[in-house]
């Protein structure tokens, strides 16, 4: 299948500071990318939707101020948590999909990103 | 979307034959049913999807009923690798969003 990575892999950092983390498809071309969050013991939240070129579409509950996201190309995305506070500790992950017709749609996962607000 | 539903958790054994059911009696015609699975702290993986005839690939089998209300995951020589959460979704071939629910955990057993 696709391959899609995510950088850093895990990250520690003080209450009020930002992280932003890297989505790369890197053998495709990914029209479509989708930012996940995953609490202890539980599935996976959809956070929100990113077209490349256009602004993301989040779900609702999920605040965009927050949570930026850049799909400037077709084969990278970018989630900024801003001001991050301790309860936004999680594993967020990010998948790619290439859209291209006439093929599959699948969408493929990238290893997911462990971040640690002290 | 149409929703699933899947045991909490399975158990089998090593070297046997592991299979998953879903439930998906609301799907509508322009629904696939996919699987993933997630291993302990990594991202998703996914394994297979299908329309209306049986899939298999070089991972699993997928067995959806005629009336595509239920669908069945074979996975059919399970190893301890094997052991993970397990989500059947449906949607939309060019839908936009992947929705996850519980899923069931898989534990293969030596």
């Known amino acids: 299948g696709a391959v899609v990575s995510q950088h850093p892999s895990r990250v520690i950092c003080k209450s009020g500071t930002s992280v932003k983390i890297e989505c790369r498809s890197l053998?495709?071309?990914?029209?479509?990318m989708f930012w996940y969050r995953q609490f202890p013991k539980q599935s996976l939240m959809l956070m929100a939707t990113s077209n490349e070129g256009s602004k993301a579409t989040y779900e609702q509950g999920v605040e965009k101020d927050k949570f930026l996201i850049n799909h400037a190309s077709l084969t990278l995305s970018t989630l900024t948590v801003t001001s991050a506070h301790p309860e936004d500790s999680s594993f967020y992950i990010c998948?790619?999909?290439?859209?291209?017709?006439?093929?599959?749609?699948?969408?493929?996962f990238g290893p997911g990103t462990r971040l640690t607000v002290l | 979307d149409a929703k699933t539903t899947q045991p909490t958790s399975m158990d089998c054994a090593e070297g046997r034959a592991a299979n998953l059911p879903c439930n998906h009696s609301t799907i509508s015609g322009n629904e696939y049913v996919y699987w993933y699975r997630q291993i302990h702290s990594q991202g998703p993986q996914y394994i297979i999807h299908g329309l209306k005839n049986n899939e298999t690939n070089e991972m699993a089998s997928l067995i959806i009923t005629e009336d595509r209300k239920s669908s069945t995951l074979i996975l059919p020589h399970a190893t301890l690798r094997d052991t993970a959460v397990y989500y059947c979704i449906v949607r939309p071939f060019y839908g936009n969003k992947l929705v996850f629910g519980a899923g069931t955990i898989l534990r293969v057993k030596s």
């Open positions: 053998d495709f071309q990914a029209t479509t």
């Open positions: 998948s790619a999909r290439s859209g291209t017709s006439g093929g599959s749609d699948t969408q493929y």
